[in-house]
């Protein structure tokens, strides 16, 4: 997602360094490849226009501050407003609200199904207790998708397959959930084109038996400026309160997200990152604006882990590296927790400066070749990686699949982990350790 935009504007803000102050004229020409970038990326003309002459009247307004270089400055004008034009809301600020009743409509081929099965989870995950609601009677396997998600997730699913009455299902969706004690419901509707009024008709009927909380709209991001102009004709019949952008893994310009706030004045609540049903975050402007100006997002990588590794694993984990006691078996945990957060390529691209390096040579290929060779140890060795010899190797790199060049690696690798380990054990380690933090402007609590 945005790797395209953001290597772009990286070349942008090189030729913006060494400026010695902002004038309009040695501003012009960047502002104008900005410009460019923009539009190619697909973000509405509109929207990028207003853009730009925001940033050009607040670059020549700011005043100059001494120990800020001006590209500096520009840099974080150019930060706030695509943060402003990506909305000012947090996407999980929606769900403060329990109980909660969400509706979603859509295209057909939006990836609206996925996409409440994917809330749901996220939901759950926050404590509530979802029921999705099959309100799809026009896709004849819109219910049977909806089932197996719900029951390979444990998530709660309501539907009658014999009734085509769509209100008549949502009525008795209600009574089931109150029966139930569900305190969120996600009603998945029939895919629709903004043209067919009768669904559209359907809809409205349906929301208004329904009174959601959240008329959220499924739009898939990688259609580009076509999905703030459906976003429009769907906020005009059903008065959304939301947007959730779709398969934003697979779309590098990042044109859509771009444009959404601006065109209809209805915020971005979620965005689904990949095919898992994990792969549902909720929008964050600011955070958003950082990574496709390169900035990363740590903030967002600390909080997936602690969402996907296993605390009583983690601590420890934590006290085996803090006695210099880490083995072959905790590293190949290490992987394993490291697998639960996604593909390498998408964490890659949460770290600052790595989405303009190339993120794509980075996969989870070198991660699982560790695992498998590691995998074809004995306990034994796993344990005392030095009492593996050549011998050893061979018959390991065989059971892996892999060349023993590859064993090799792994080993020594493992083993200057293990001295960096120990040089940081005890009172002399904990004065490295501090000594490593102040190379790196940590300050450490006494």
Request: positive net charge; contains cysteine.
């Amino acid at each position: 997602m945005f790797e395209s935009i953001t290597e772009k504007i990286a070349a942008v803000f090189k030729n913006l360094r060494g400026l010695g102050k902002i004038t309009e004229k040695n501003i012009a020409e960047e502002l104008h490849s900005l410009r460019l970038v923009l539009i190619d990326a697909d973000v509405s003309v509109g929207v990028v226009e207003t853009f730009i002459a925001n940033v050009k009247a607040k670059s020549l307004g700011q005043k100059v501050l001494a120990r800020i270089a001006p590209e500096q400055q520009i840099v974080k004008i150019i930060h706030d407003e695509i943060a402003a034009l990506l909305g000012s809301e947090d996407g999980e600020d929606f769900m403060a609200k329990k109980p909660i009743k969400i509706l979603l409509a859509g295209l057909h081929g939006a990836g609206k199904t996925t996409t409440a099965a994917k809330l749901a989870f996220f939901l759950k995950s926050r404590g509530y207790a979802p029921l999705l609601v099959g309100c799809d009677v026009q896709r004849p396997a819109a219910m049977e998708q909806l089932k197996i998600l719900a029951e390979g997730n444990e998530l709660g699913f309501f539907c009658e397959k014999d009734c085509k009455n769509v209100l008549k299902i949502a009525a008795h969706a209600l009574d089931f959930a109150a029966n139930g004690h569900n305190d969120a419901l996600i009603f998945d509707t029939a895919g629709r084109l903004q043209v067919d009024d009768a669904l559209i008709g359907e809809i409205k009927a349906l929301k208004k038996l329904v009174s959601p909380d959240e008329s959220l709209l499924v739009v898939d991001g990688a259609i580009g400026q076509e999905a703030a102009n459906v976003a429009k004709v769907f906020n005009d019949a059903l008065s959304l309160t939301g947007i959730i952008l779709t398969k934003l893994d697979g779309d590098a310009r990042g044109g859509a997200a771009l444009s959404m706030k601006g065109v209809t004045g209805v915020p971005i609540r979620m965005v689904g990152t990949g095919e898992r049903i994990a792969d549902l975050e909720p929008f964050r402007p600011k955070r958003m604006a950082q990574r496709i100006l390169g900035m990363g997002d740590i903030v967002s990588l600390v909080e997936k882990a602690q969402q996907q590794v296993d605390e009583k694993q983690r601590k420890s984990m934590s006290e085996k590296i803090k006695k210099a006691q880490f083995d072959l078996e905790d590293f190949l945990q290490s992987l394993q927790q490291i697998q639960k957060l996604g593909p390498m390529s998408s964490l890659m691209k949460m770290f600052p400066g790595a989405a303009p390096m190339g993120v794509a040579e980075h996969d989870n290929g070198q991660l699982k070749r560790a695992q498998a060779i590691i995998q074809s140890m004995t306990i034994q060795e796993r344990r005392k990686p030095g009492i593996v010899d050549q011998h050893r190797r061979m018959r390991i790199a065989r059971g892996a699949g892999v060349e023993m060049k590859e064993v090799n690696a792994l080993l020594k690798q493992f083993s200057q982990m293990q001295k960096m380990m120990k040089s940081f054990k005890g009172e002399k380690g904990r004065k490295n350790m501090q000594a490593l933090a102040a190379q790196f402007g940590i300050l450490q609590k006494p």
